[in-house]
């Protein structure tokens, strides 16, 4: 593509982030930000689990798949999790799915792991805007095929 | 069938010509992964090819029948389901440097491709391409292509063979296409090519026919009747199942049809390879699967290739290559196999199974 | 090797097995051997050459094998791990099976090919082994030979990775994913891909589509190394096995690694051992946790 063409399309974009929260805490500090009417960017669409261990890696790579362009994932910080453990697990798996997304060519910027407590609406909108921003400036996912600017293999 | 000669300068003029005119050119080239290795890919000039080098690793069949492709796209709008399937004429392509198994098995496999139904997307490629294949000088002690009825000279599926001579070839002008894509290329046959051409191909079968004695008519009805012969629970003990042998198989043809959808209301059916090697392949929505164990599923392969397909279409569904043999990660090696079974056939005929 | 062969002439004369799992001289080199009567035992070698992780074949859905009976496997240290995995993992009970560890030196990369083990024809996995000696075992045969050599290809191909930039990197597996031909070799052959259903076949709904497609072939690899954290042990049966040779290997390891790295856990020989998810530590990393 000509780079004038790519300008064009980039300036009309804006990204598509999915956001995986837990129902507990994040959720509800999401909706505390929400109630205090703080300012956030309207790219991210929310869903809704009952915790942060339901989240399995298929999401995020399903998301990626289906037009996203960046993934939140977010839950109650540790030792605060409504079942206990569910936290702990989930940090586990992020960490593995961090390094391989890594490791495979997806910019980090992309995927945000975060814990947001359900009094945290302030952290909340700043993980919403940081990420919109970061993700802005990566530009679109692009799919699956090659990258531009991949250089030489 | 006629003959003519194709010097060094003027296959290389040919190739040159058809890639100046936009064509599909495919012809082996050293691997990216493996510069010891080879496969057929496209190349962009003539030089990208490596001829006479090593059997490529994968046959022609992903150029006939991809191991995915789009059948149709749908979308279901207000009025109804709207489909759009896809074209089945293809481009033309010339394939260069073919190896003698892999042409005879495009031609094996197009007797089911236009059995009961013609399928428009294998034979609009075959259609399209035009076939050279190269006298075989890459065997090695895997290969049997004599032994199925086969050969490195053989002429089966390909519309041009060509024979090293002295400067150049000796083309087997084989059919109409052949004739039409040497036009303007070729000379006068030297006087000497036809014999040392024919020295070459006998040569060349003798580097072969060592490896696997010829397959008997009599072995496609020894397994049939040998079906529930024990000897099958213990054969393939140490195979995975894993299905690498279909995938490199000139003629393994089997596919499975899926559709994916892209979004809520559209989507498309495609095809994609498929083998009876996997536990999936016999499996039915009830849970019930007739070939249990991977003992009936190996079983079902060598019937299928050795028997049934032969009862049907008189031809053996194999052409020798050994690339089976190459990739298993087991162990299972078909030459010796078939070794093993023809000598039960022949002197074991009345094995009683139960 | 004869102390090899006579323990397994001895198990399945007096009946404690009904077949010995093991490795023999075939038409086209070394392969896995199925060893049910005593006078075939002679068949049974080991050397160099035995590249294959035969705990692959106590998978209980290979009904053809379980239905033999009672099993004795040859292992190496690595293959060992396996059987160990299996067993944690409750595939395989340990009194089920009687583990003949042989004490190893490193194998070959490509025992088709190659005679002598040096640096360059060494497995990439054998660089670093902790298990020439294996630990678990019911009968641990052989002499301890040297240590391997070294072969750094691997370790070299994945810090190469690491320098790319993103997008060379996805790039680099998008080439590589290319050929994905969705054959499934890789899950067939590997030891701890025992899933009765796979997760790439589920289909109410479809998370990973089946088609050969670079985005369903990425979601399909990447899957199956994240299924594969912490439980690998790194056999290369996936890589082996895979017809369109494809290095999968690379993505195992670097998981491994990762694993060890953050959690400090490696496959081990111990059954007892927990698996890697199914415990956690509350001073876990969480660097990447904003």
Same mark, same amino acid.
């Given at each position: 593509?000509?780079?004038?063409?790519?300008?064009?399309?980039?300036?009309?974009? @804006?990204?598509? %982030?999915?956001?995986?929260?837990?129902?507990?805490?994040?959720?509800? #500090? +999401? =909706?505390?930000?929400?109630? /205090?009417?703080?300012?956030?960017?309207?790219?991210?669409?929310?869903?809704?689990?009952?915790? @942060?261990?339901? %989240?399995?890696?298929?999401?995020?790579?399903?998301?990626?798949?289906? #037009? +996203? =362009?960046?993934?939140?994932? /977010?839950?109650?910080?540790?030792?605060?999790?409504?079942?206990?453990?569910?936290?702990?697990?989930?940090?586990?798996?992020?960490?593995?799915?961090?390094?391989?997304?890594?490791?495979? #060519?997806?910019?980090?910027?992309?995927?945000?792991?975060?814990?947001?407590?359900?009094?945290?609406?302030?952290?909340?909108?700043?993980?919403?805007?940081?990420?919109?921003?970061?993700?802005?400036?990566?530009?679109?996912?692009? #799919?699956?095929?090659?990258?531009?600017?991949?250089?030489?293999? | 069938?006629?003959?003519?000669?194709?010097?060094?300068?003027?296959?290389?003029?040919?190739?040159?010509?058809?890639?100046?005119?936009?064509?599909?050119?495919?012809?082996?080239?050293?691997?990216?992964?493996?510069?010891?290795?080879?496969?057929?890919?496209?190349?962009?000039?003539?030089?990208?090819?490596?001829?006479?080098?090593?059997?490529?690793?994968?046959?022609?069949?992903?150029?006939?029948?991809?191991?995915?492709?789009?059948?149709?796209?749908?979308?279901?709008?207000?009025?109804?389901?709207?489909?759009?399937?896809?074209?089945?004429?293809?481009?033309?392509?010339?394939?260069?440097?073919?190896?003698?198994?892999?042409?005879?098995?495009?031609?094996?496999?197009?007797?089911?491709?236009?059995?009961?139904?013609?399928?428009?997307?294998?034979?609009?490629?075959?259609?399209?391409?035009?076939?050279?294949?190269?006298?075989?000088?890459?065997?090695?002690?895997?290969?049997?292509?004599?032994?199925?009825?086969?050969?490195?000279?053989?002429?089966?599926?390909?519309?041009?063979?060509?024979?090293?001579?002295?400067?150049?070839?000796?083309?087997?002008?084989?059919?109409?296409?052949?004739?039409?894509?040497?036009?303007?290329?070729?000379?006068?046959?030297?006087?000497?090519?036809?014999?040392?051409?024919?020295?070459?191909?006998?040569?060349?079968?003798?580097?072969?026919?060592?490896?696997?004695?010829?397959?008997?008519?009599?072995?496609?009805?020894?397994?049939?009747?040998?079906?529930?012969?024990?000897?099958?629970?213990?054969?393939?003990?140490?195979?995975?199942?894993?299905?690498?042998?279909?995938?490199?198989?000139?003629?393994?043809?089997?596919?499975?049809?899926?559709?994916?959808?892209?979004?809520?209301?559209?989507?498309?059916?495609?095809?994609?390879?498929?083998?009876?090697?996997?536990?999936?392949?016999?499996?039915?929505?009830?849970?019930?699967?007739?070939?249990?164990?991977?003992?009936?599923?190996?079983?079902?392969?060598?019937?299928?290739?050795?028997?049934?397909?032969?009862?049907?279409?008189?031809?053996?569904?194999?052409?020798?290559?050994?690339?089976?043999?190459?990739?298993?990660?087991?162990?299972?090696?078909?030459?010796?196999?078939?070794?093993?079974?023809?000598?039960?056939?022949?002197?074991?005929?009345?094995?009683?199974?139960? | 090797?004869?102390?090899?062969?006579?323990?397994?002439?001895?198990?399945?004369?007096?009946?404690?097995?009904?077949?010995?799992?093991?490795?023999?001289?075939?038409?086209?080199?070394?392969?896995?051997?199925?060893?049910?009567?005593?006078?075939?035992?002679?068949?049974?070698?080991?050397?160099?050459?035995?590249?294959?992780?035969?705990?692959?074949?106590?998978?209980?859905?290979?009904?053809?094998?379980?239905?033999?009976?009672?099993?004795?496997?040859?292992?190496?240290?690595?293959?060992?791990?396996?059987?160990?995995?299996?067993?944690?993992?409750?595939?395989?009970?340990?009194?089920?099976?009687?583990?003949?560890?042989?004490?190893?030196?490193?194998?070959?990369?490509?025992?088709?090919?190659?005679?002598?083990?040096?640096?360059?024809?060494?497995?990439?996995?054998?660089?670093?082994?902790?298990?020439?000696?294996?630990?678990?075992?019911?009968?641990?045969?052989?002499?301890?030979?040297?240590?391997?050599?070294?072969?750094?290809?691997?370790?070299?191909?994945?810090?190469?990775?690491?320098?790319?930039?993103?997008?060379?990197?996805?790039?680099?597996?998008?080439?590589?994913?290319?050929?994905?031909?969705?054959?499934?070799?890789?899950?067939?052959?590997?030891?701890?891909?025992?899933?009765?259903?796979?997760?790439?076949?589920?289909?109410?709904?479809?998370?990973?589509?089946?088609?050969?497609?670079?985005?369903?072939?990425?979601?399909?690899?990447?899957?199956?190394?994240?299924?594969?954290?912490?439980?690998?042990?790194?056999?290369?049966?996936?890589?082996?096995?895979?017809?369109?040779?494809?290095?999968?290997?690379?993505?195992?390891?670097?998981?491994?690694?990762?694993?060890?790295?953050?959690?400090?856990?490696?496959?081990?020989?111990?059954?007892?051992?927990?698996?890697?998810?199914?415990?956690?530590?509350?001073?876990?990393?969480?660097?990447?946790?904003?």
């Amino acid at each position: 593509m000509s780079s004038k063409v790519v300008e064009e399309t980039v300036s009309s974009w @804006s990204p598509k %982030v999915l956001a995986f929260v837990c129902n507990w805490c994040t959720y509800t #500090g +999401a =909706d505390l930000a929400g109630t /205090s009417r703080l300012k956030m960017d309207p790219n991210v669409r929310v869903i809704k689990l009952p915790c @942060s261990s339901r %989240v399995n890696p298929l999401f995020i790579i399903k998301a990626f798949e289906r #037009g +996203a =362009d960046g993934v939140i994932v /977010s839950g109650c910080h540790t030792g605060d999790c409504h079942y206990s453990t569910g936290n702990f697990h989930a940090r586990r798996r992020f960490a593995i799915l961090h390094d391989l997304l890594h490791f495979m #060519g997806v910019e980090a910027d992309r995927v945000t792991f975060a814990w947001v407590s359900a009094s945290e609406g302030n952290k909340w909108q700043q993980v919403v805007n940081e990420t919109t921003e970061r993700v802005k400036q990566l530009g679109p996912f692009g #799919g699956f095929g090659k990258r531009e600017g991949g250089g030489p293999q | 069938m006629t003959h003519s000669f194709l010097s060094h300068q003027g296959f290389a003029a040919l190739v040159a010509e058809l890639l100046a005119a936009n064509k599909r050119v495919i012809a082996p080239v050293r691997a990216q992964d493996d510069p010891e290795q080879v496969d057929y890919m496209p190349i962009q000039k003539f030089e990208d090819a490596a001829f006479g080098l090593r059997l490529p690793r994968r046959s022609l069949k992903e150029f006939f029948l991809p191991p995915t492709e789009v059948l149709l796209h749908y979308r279901q709008t207000k009025a109804g389901i709207e489909i759009r399937e896809v074209p089945t004429e293809a481009p033309p392509q010339v394939i260069f440097g073919a190896t003698p198994c892999d042409a005879a098995a495009l031609e094996v496999v197009d007797k089911v491709m236009g059995w009961d139904y013609r399928d428009e997307l294998w034979f609009g490629r075959r259609e399209a391409t035009t076939i050279v294949s190269f006298l075989c000088s890459l065997m090695d002690s895997t290969c049997f292509c004599t032994a199925v009825g086969l050969g490195p000279e053989s002429l089966r599926g390909s519309d041009v063979l060509l024979v090293p001579a002295d400067g150049g070839y000796l083309a087997h002008v084989i059919t109409p296409k052949g004739e039409a894509l040497l036009q303007g290329h070729t000379a006068e046959v030297p006087a000497a090519a036809l014999a040392s051409a024919e020295t070459a191909q006998s040569e060349a079968r003798k580097k072969v026919e060592n490896n696997l004695a010829d397959i008997p008519a009599e072995l496609s009805g020894w397994l049939a009747a040998n079906f529930d012969n024990p000897l099958w629970k213990t054969l393939a003990l140490r195979c995975h199942g894993c299905g690498a042998c279909a995938a490199v198989c000139p003629t393994c043809h089997c596919f499975d049809i899926v559709d994916e959808h892209d979004s809520a209301d559209s989507g498309v059916r495609r095809r994609n390879w498929d083998s009876c090697q996997t536990s999936l392949f016999t499996l039915h929505a009830s849970g019930h699967n007739p070939r249990q164990s991977q003992s009936e599923r190996f079983r079902q392969r060598i019937q299928h290739k050795f028997s049934i397909y032969p009862s049907r279409f008189g031809e053996i569904l194999c052409t020798g290559c050994g690339r089976c043999s190459r990739a298993c990660p087991g162990g299972m090696d078909l030459p010796n196999l078939l070794g093993e079974f023809v000598t039960l056939a022949q002197t074991e005929p009345e094995v009683s199974g139960q | 090797m004869k102390q090899l062969q006579d323990l397994a002439r001895k198990l399945l004369s007096d009946g404690t097995v009904n077949v010995v799992i093991g490795y023999e001289s075939g038409p086209r080199g070394i392969r896995p051997a199925f060893i049910t009567a005593p006078e075939q035992a002679d068949k049974l070698v080991f050397n160099i050459h035995c590249v294959q992780n035969l705990a692959t074949y106590l998978n209980p859905r290979r009904k053809q094998i379980t239905q033999l009976g009672k099993v004795a496997v040859v292992v190496k240290g690595c293959d060992a791990r396996a059987v160990a995995g299996m067993i944690r993992e409750k595939q395989v009970e340990r009194g089920n099976v009687v583990i003949l560890a042989m004490r190893c030196g490193g194998v070959l990369e490509n025992s088709g090919t190659d005679t002598d083990l040096t640096a360059d024809t060494v497995s990439v996995r054998c660089a670093g082994c902790t298990d020439r000696e294996p630990k678990l075992f019911d009968h641990i045969l052989g002499e301890l030979p040297p240590e391997p050599p070294v072969n750094t290809r691997r370790t070299d191909q994945i810090a190469a990775l690491e320098k790319m930039t993103a997008a060379e990197r996805w790039n680099y597996w998008t080439d590589q994913l290319s050929r994905c031909i969705r054959c499934h070799a890789c899950r067939e052959a590997c030891p701890m891909c025992f899933c009765v259903k796979c997760t790439a076949e589920k289909t109410q709904p479809q998370w990973i589509d089946p088609s050969a497609t670079p985005r369903a072939n990425r979601a399909w690899q990447t899957m199956r190394v994240l299924h594969q954290a912490g439980r690998c042990v790194d056999c290369l049966e996936c890589e082996r096995a895979c017809p369109e040779h494809i290095p999968l290997g690379m993505l195992a390891r670097y998981v491994a690694d990762a694993v060890e790295k953050r959690f400090d856990y490696v496959a081990c020989e111990d059954p007892s051992q927990a698996a890697p998810f199914g415990v956690f530590s509350p001073s876990d990393d969480e660097e990447f946790i904003r």
